[in-house]
């Protein structure tokens, strides 16, 4: 197998050190390889032609880097039947691998190569894909903000969701499209937001969708209808900690479903996040595309148990 690191130099917060990676790789020995890419080079092509160029080989790409960075990794992988994804987590969110026990153990390089990669949903947006979670509304509003302020002081880093929640209170509570999941409108055309999960996390610690299996074969679906400003602020916490779904506060405003497609449709345009990365559309369809690549992890959840917590739940 070669293991083939894919950098995106600017995910992360600070600069990256490959020679020091370099180093531990050949410790471990590995066959591998390092690429890193300028911001107006595409990771996606590089994967695509990267595993057409050894079709009887397996290759595993590690997206170094951020949410963003696993996409366009992803977008590459889910094409190819010789490739596997895996995450060296580098980048400023890093919601996907929250999933998997977190980022440490992903920065375990050792077991991070001998891990073994299990098939795993993905979800399937128009002509691109969204391994974590694909919002719209008031979720991205922030991450909006989000990527315009992550390299800043004091604003920035770990506190660009913050960031870009106090912006969203005041342009984004009140946010119109028609919400169809699986061929059933469940909003009156006004929403706050909308996530559709494939995992749990987003925004660095919010836990929207807590009842996610990745490899299920279903998307898990939070709409929130608009309240106030007071009202958000009594609910956000709940929202972070994953309690929002059965807490009684949330019984008027909040819809959650499990589905297999989910419709948007808007007479205006509006912007979209697909795992960090910002779209501009007027409708869109979301749908799940089960077990559609592999992905290594050093620690892999317990699939049935998950799935028999959220059989339990009242949702």
Do not use: W
């Not at 996606?44 to 949410?67: H, W």
Request: proline content about 3%; overall charge neutral; charged content about 25%.
């Amino acid at each position: 197998m070669k293991h083939i690191f894919v950098f995106n130099p600017f995910a992360g917060p600070g600069t990256v050190d490959t020679d020091s990676l370099r180093k531990k790789l050949e410790g471990i020995g590995v066959d591998f390889e390092i690429v890193s890419f300028l911001p107006e080079e595409s990771i996606t092509d590089f994967v695509l032609k990267r595993g057409m160029q050894s079709p009887d080989e397996t290759l595993r790409f590690y997206a170094c880097g951020g949410d963003g960075t696993i996409k366009r990794v992803a977008d590459g992988v889910v094409k190819l039947k010789n490739a596997e994804l895996s995450v060296y987590p580098i980048g400023s969110g890093n919601d996907f691998v929250k999933y998997y026990g977190g980022k440490e153990s992903f920065l375990d390089l050792e077991a991070l190569c001998n891990s073994t990669a299990h098939d795993i949903d993905i979800i399937k947006v128009g002509d691109e894909y969204s391994v974590n979670i694909t919002n719209f509304g008031f979720e991205a509003s922030v991450a909006d903000t989000m990527s315009k302020v992550r390299r800043k002081k004091l604003i920035g880093g770990k506190n660009a969701y913050t960031t870009g929640i106090v912006k969203a209170l005041f342009t984004a509570m009140k946010n119109r499209a028609d919400i169809y999941v699986d061929g059933e409108k469940l909003n009156d055309g006004t929403f706050l937001l909308c996530t559709i999960g494939n995992s749990s996390y987003v925004g660095g610690s919010f836990k929207c969708a807590p009842y996610a299996v990745t490899n299920d074969g279903l998307l898990e679906v939070n709409i929130v209808k608009p309240i106030s400003i007071f009202s958000f602020v009594k609910l956000i916490g709940a929202y972070e900690k994953g309690t929002h779904v059965g807490d009684p506060r949330f019984k008027k405003i909040l819809t959650y479903r499990r589905a297999k497609k989910v419709e948007v449709k808007s007479n205006s345009e509006f912007s979209i996040c697909l795992d960090g990365e910002i779209r501009t559309v007027n409708g869109f369809s979301a749908e799940v595309v089960h077990n559609a690549i592999k992905f290594a992890s050093p620690i892999y959840p317990e699939a049935n148990r998950l799935q028999e917590e959220k059989e339990k739940a009242s949702v």
